[in-house]
């Protein structure tokens, strides 16, 4: 997987995190193609396009303007084409209630925003690294937010 | 009472007949008494008259006799007269005997053998008179007949004499057994004039009791109808009967009043009182009303009366079916203004309403501090550390001071905010207790606190706990606080050792138990061997931000307990502190089995 060139989404309506998630990227040395999107209907607007690549890692965040990240994984766990996309969760809460619910709904995992560089870097690769071919099987709420 | 009544109108009744009765009685008696006294005198009046008849008998045969005897001595035609008038009498006389001793066998024996001593006197005169007008006086024949006609005339008397006697003997009989009835009379009549009237007493009394106790009663009852006014004025209710099969209504004082009219100031029907009611109600009650008469019961009913003033009021109303005891159906009903309360209802809903909008701005409020100042928190943290990490070298040594003061300043207002957030997130009211296993929330709660336990080197020690009816997220976290405060106020020198011990207690037995409710609590104690605090602060621990040590010597925002006393209370429990300086301290906590 590392040796290619790993198609990466983000989600997310703050100019801020976007800024951070790339340059987390960019410091990590993956092969990654990391594109953004300013709110969920832009991202859905790509993803429904026939001809788009369907990435292979989409970092959604929940508090979103016009589209949240819930209502896009209910749509996007509708649509066959893009129901088995890894999705990771990237908000700044992590009450019980979103990460209960985002559970339920077939996100991945959960990441809160760290509040560190470098754990924020840490919590994308480990994300990026993991086998989730596997990971999927053992999937379960205790697991799913991830702890760093 | 009831049956008191029952056994004395029975008594009446009896009482009442008997008397009857013995009325009768004295009506017979007197009636036979009576009828006895004729007879006695018709009977002494009858042996009269025999008497009397026999005794003209006997003067008329003398009489004959005697004209006859004249006849011969002076011969005067004019004793001849009276010798036929004499014979006429005797005739008659003896008939009028005959009829009069028609029902007397033995006297109608003696008359019949008197009868023929009569008629042979009659024959042995009309002989002497015939051999007198013959001239053959002093013959034989002559004497012997005058001879035999003196001896029949005395053979007469005498058996006058006997029927006389004879007639007296009856008539004494007679009047012996009267007078034996007649004397017993009276005293029967007396006797049953006195049980009547006995009877009448004892009528009289238990009628005059009964009266006193219906009185009683009757007092009672108008002291109850008054008080019965009385509250219904103060509990703004009121009562009316409705006759079913008649269709009649009767409406109490305070009925009218709840109309906001003066008592029995109109006609108490159904129409009448229709005109008050609410115009959206009319039809709904109007069904109610006609369900009542068919179903002979209302159940509870709800409606609105506007009175003249134009004012509303809330009324509701309930009857139940009575039947008396002469069988006539009829719904006692009590009808209530319940404005007052539909009006406090309205303002417990206005209040609640309010203070719901006011929960969904705490709501609000907490989803503020939690995302909207978390995120601009988190991202100048971010920033910091990403100047930490690349421009650090090239600050100057007070710019590096700075940057640390940032930063320090920055992760004190994270925990700030984190355990603002944990402390209203413990208001919740919705959070349901179920039963959980205290011992994995323990674990969680170790979990949680994993770094500082490693770095520390600290022991924890837990009793096997039993499952208990809890918030287990806000257990979890009161065990968080807890092992997190053991660990943070340990001493420097050893590391920290743990207990955390489980018992059942009562609660008027244990001292730590003062306002809660009787019964059995699990008690968890958390003992640790830090550095303690005197007991004088046990009790200021708890309360929100208040900190007994400085933020330089340990790190805290004195939000902690108050969390921990927060849960508890949740939990209906509590939780209490001990502690001794440099020697370690016990938090206590209480839950309701």
Known sequence: MHNNTINIVLADDDEDDRLFFTEAFEELKIKSNVSTYNNGVLLMEYLNKNDSIIPELLFLDLNMPKKSGIECLVDIKKNPRLKNMIIAIYSTSASEEDIEKTFVLGANIYIKKPNDFKKLKKALSEVVTTNWQYQTDNLNKDNFLLRL | ?593
């Open chain 2, 1 to 593: 009472m009831g049956s008191t009544s029952t056994y004395n109108n029975n008594f009446l009744k009896i009482a009442f007949g008997l008397g009857l009765f013995v009325i009768l009685c004295i009506g017979g008696f007197s009636y036979k008494h009576t009828q006895d006294l004729r007879d006695s005198m018709e009977m002494v009046k009858h042996t009269y008259e025999v008497n009397l008849e026999l005794k003209n008998l006997l003067a008329n045969l003398k009489n004959t006799e005697t004209s006859e005897h004249g006849f011969i001595i002076i011969n005067d035609s004019s004793f001849i007269d009276s010798y036929n008038s004499g014979r006429i009498k005797i005739a008659e006389n003896l008939k009028r005997i005959n009829i009069l001793t028609q029902d007397n066998p033995e006297q109608r024996r003696n008359l019949d053998s008197l009868n023929k001593a009569i008629g042979k006197r009659l024959f042995y005169l009309s002989e002497t008179l015939q051999s007198y007008k013959l001239g053959q006086i002093r013959s034989p024949k002559f004497i012997s007949s005058f001879k035999l006609g003196n001896q029949k005339m005395t053979n007469i008397r005498e058996q006058v004499q006997a029927m006389i006697a004879h007639e007296d003997n009856i008539l004494e009989i007679r009047q012996i057994e009267n007078k034996k009835a007649l004397e017993r009379t009276p005293i029967i009549l007396y006797s049953i004039l006195i049980l009547t009237l006995l009877l009448l007493l004892v009528a009289y009394g238990i009628i005059n009791r009964d009266l006193k106790v219906l009185k009683e009663n009757n007092e009672q009852l108008n002291i109850f109808k008054e008080s019965a006014n009385l509250s219904e004025i103060v509990s703004k209710h009121g009562s009316w009967t409705c006759n079913i099969d008649q269709d009649v209504y009767e409406f109490s004082d305070n009925f009218y009043r709840i109309l906001g009219e003066e008592p029995q100031s109109f006609e108490s029907t159904i129409e009448n009182f229709m005109t008050f009611v609410h115009k959206d109600d009319v039809q709904k009650l109007t069904t109610q009303v006609e369900n009542m008469l068919i179903e002979k019961n209302l159940p509870f009913i709800y409606y609105r009366i506007v009175r003249k003033n134009g004012e509303i009021r809330h009324l509701k109303a309930f009857g139940e079916l009575y039947v008396n005891n002469e069988g006539e159906n009829k719904l006692i009903g009590t009808t209530a203004d319940i404005t007052d309360e539909v009006n406090n209802f309205r303002l417990i809903e206005e209040r609640n309403e309010e203070l719901e909008r006011n929960n969904k701005e705490l709501s609000a409020f907490n989803y503020v501090a939690s995302h909207d100042l978390q995120e601009p928190l988190r991202k100048i943290q971010t920033f910091i550390s990403r100047l930490d990490e690349k421009e650090y070298e090239k600050l100057s040594d007070s710019g590096k001071l700075y940057m640390s003061r940032i930063k320090k300043a920055a992760s004190r207002m994270r925990l700030l905010i984190d355990d603002l957030l944990q402390f209203s997130r413990t208001n919740k009211s919705d959070n349901v207790t179920e039963l959980s296993d205290i011992n994995e929330l323990i674990e969680a709660a170790k979990q949680e606190n994993i770094e500082a336990i490693i770095s520390k080197k600290a022991i924890i020690y837990n009793d096997e706990m039993p499952t208990m009816m809890v918030i287990p997220f806000q257990i979890k976290q009161l065990f968080i606080n807890l092992i997190g405060n053991a660990l943070k106020y340990s001493k420097d020198d050893i590391p920290p050792v743990i207990n955390i011990t489980y018992a059942k207690v009562n609660s008027p037995e244990d001292k730590n138990l003062p306002n809660l409710a009787n019964g059995y609590y699990h008690q968890i104690c958390v003992i640790d061997n830090g550095i303690g605090f005197e007991q004088e602060f046990a009790e200021k621990i708890f309360t929100l931000f208040s900190r007994l040590h400085s933020r330089d010597e340990y790190s805290g925002t004195g939000i902690g307990l108050s969390i921990c006393k927060k849960i508890m209370e949740n939990h209906k429990g509590n939780i209490t502190a001990e502690g001794k300086l440099n020697e370690g301290s016990i938090f206590k906590i209480y839950i309701p089995c």
